[in-house]
């Protein structure tokens, strides 16, 4: 909806233009520059688009400054403490929740697609014992294009909603088969009697020479911990999935694409970096020394887990598992958990800091993620897959809202260029 203009004047010219100002819901408006170039001849200028709306969406919406994450108008407080990943899926992909027929129709199509062709499982073979989970999650849902190409078009409704489908359901299988080839056991099949997290326990942890009994108690975890990062709007790595899949690539590869970028350790990657940085850091004493070499910049040492581009408040996903975190310890019987209790003495003490307060640095999703991973029994390399597992649901949300979107583009971001200006080519008889 246009409601107000932004008057642009371009002092060198004197030429006076109204930029048309949409307001959406909720959050800022944003100013429609797409005419911009064309009537003005300039570019915006946005590194890392700090101030750049690059999309239009219903999915998901944060206030960064009140700490307020809402799925499809649902707070995230409330989808935790009285949903299911399931139902969450569901309601990102269809921007309502569902009827108990719905749920149970999405959660039987959701069993029906777990298993893997048996030539994908294979590819695991070429991958080294000691590859990282996350590479061979990349490549096998990469590979899945193979597998989808001529039976995926992208412009057939149902097409998409059977791509959905299938990449939710196997992408723990493929998580779990890439743990398997880490570990050297046998890959497990998926047991479709299993609700989706029992299931991807199951996958990771059973062997065939003995039973084995899924812990409700872990099943539950993961599935709240899979509520809270099933999205979060226009992310690096949900941008990724975005900018691949308009130019009309597989999606499968376009999720593979969302998997690469999730890696990072500035994003997903953050919550393995974040285990390894409290037993860097090992004991309280040594808290005062780290937060030196955070504000030493020539260290370029962060501290993992806190900050984010959006949030300069709490993060409401990091309250939520923090909670959960004493909670879930104390259930498993792991209440004396000693990096628990050096996580929660470094939040504190963090959050007293000038450096922190200024910068309005809180923990962010990630910092207390892997204390309950860790307690479930998944392994530290494992922890961006997890993330990729409940991420998926936010990755194809947003590329099936892109897709069925007819005023969809292809992305394509222009730049600021700073090299040389045109030059003669110099015969190499001739230079230096
Ligand atoms: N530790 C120490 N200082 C920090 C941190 C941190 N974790 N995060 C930001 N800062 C400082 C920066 O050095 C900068 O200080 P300066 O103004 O003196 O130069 C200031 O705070 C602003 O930081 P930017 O890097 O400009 O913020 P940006 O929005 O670009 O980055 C990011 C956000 C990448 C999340 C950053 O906070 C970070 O690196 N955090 C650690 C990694 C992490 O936890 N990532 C997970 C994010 S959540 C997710 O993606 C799932």
Redo the contacts with the bound molecule.
């Keep these: 909806m246009t409601e107000k203009k932004f008057e642009l004047v371009d002092r060198a010219t004197g030429k006076k233009s109204e930029l048309p100002v949409r307001s959406g819901t909720l959050g800022p408006a944003v100013v429609d520059i797409s005419n911009l170039y064309k009537e003005h001849g300039v570019f915006t200028y946005d590194p ?1 688009f ?1 101030a750049t709306a690059s999309t239009e969406s219903k999915i998901t919406y944060i206030d960064g400054d009140a700490g307020i994450l809402l799925y499809r108008g649902y707070p995230i407080e409330q989808l935790a403490e009285k949903s299911t990943f399931m139902e969450v899926a569901y309601l990102l992909l269809h921007g309502e929740l569902p009827t108990r027929k719905q749920l149970d129709e999405f959660t039987s199509n959701i069993r029906y697609h777990t298993m893997i062709n048996e030539t994908l499982l294979r590819f695991f073979n070429g991958f080294h014992h000691n590859a990282h989970p996350m590479a061979m999650v990349s490549a096998v849902v990469a590979s899945m294009s193979a597998f989808y190409h001529d039976t995926m078009d992208i412009h057939n409704p149902r097409h998409r909603e059977i791509f959905a489908h299938r990449i939710i359901a196997k992408i723990p299988t493929i998580a779990a088969a890439a743990h398997k080839h880490s570990v050297g056991q046998p890959f497990v099949y998926p047991r479709n009697d299993l609700d989706y997290c029992s299931n991807m326990l199951h996958m990771f942890f059973a062997v065939p020479c003995e039973p084995y009994q899924v812990d409700p108690i872990a099943a539950k975890a993961l599935d709240l911990l899979f509520i809270l990062h099933a999205d ?1 709007e226009q ?2 790595s949900t941008s990724t999935v975005r900018l691949a899949g308009s130019t009309g690539a597989n999606p499968y590869a376009a999720i593979s694409a969302g998997v690469s970028a999730l890696w990072g ?4 990657g ?1 919550n393995e ?2 285990l390894n940085m409290l037993e860097q850091i090992g004991t309280v004493d040594n808290i005062p020394k780290y937060l030196a070499m ?1 504000k030493d ?1 020539s260290s370029h ?9 959006v949030y300069k408040n709490f ?1 409401p996903r990091a309250k939520i598992i923090r909670e959960m975190c004493h909670k879930v310890l104390a259930r498993l019987g792991r209440s004396d958990n000693p990096l628990f209790e050096l996580a929660l003495r470094l939040e504190e003490i963090a959050l007293k800091d000038e ?2 307060i200024s ?1 309005k ?1 809180y923990p ?4 207390y993620s892997g204390i309950i991973y860790s307690a479930i029994g998944i392994p530290r390399s494992m922890f961006t897959v997890m ?1 990729a597992i409940a991420r998926t649901v936010g990755w194809v949300a947003h590329w099936q809202e892109m897709i069925s979107d007819p005023t969809m583009r292809i992305g394509r971001p222009r730049q600021l260029y700073t090299g040389p200006a045109r030059r003669d080519y110099v015969d190499l008889s001739k230079r230096g």
């Design positions: 890392g700090v979060h992310n690096a350790p500035a994003h997903g953050a970096a974040v955070v910049k040492f962060r501290l993992m887990g806190f900050g984010h581009r993060d450096y922190f910068r640095l962010n999703v990630d910092f993330f």
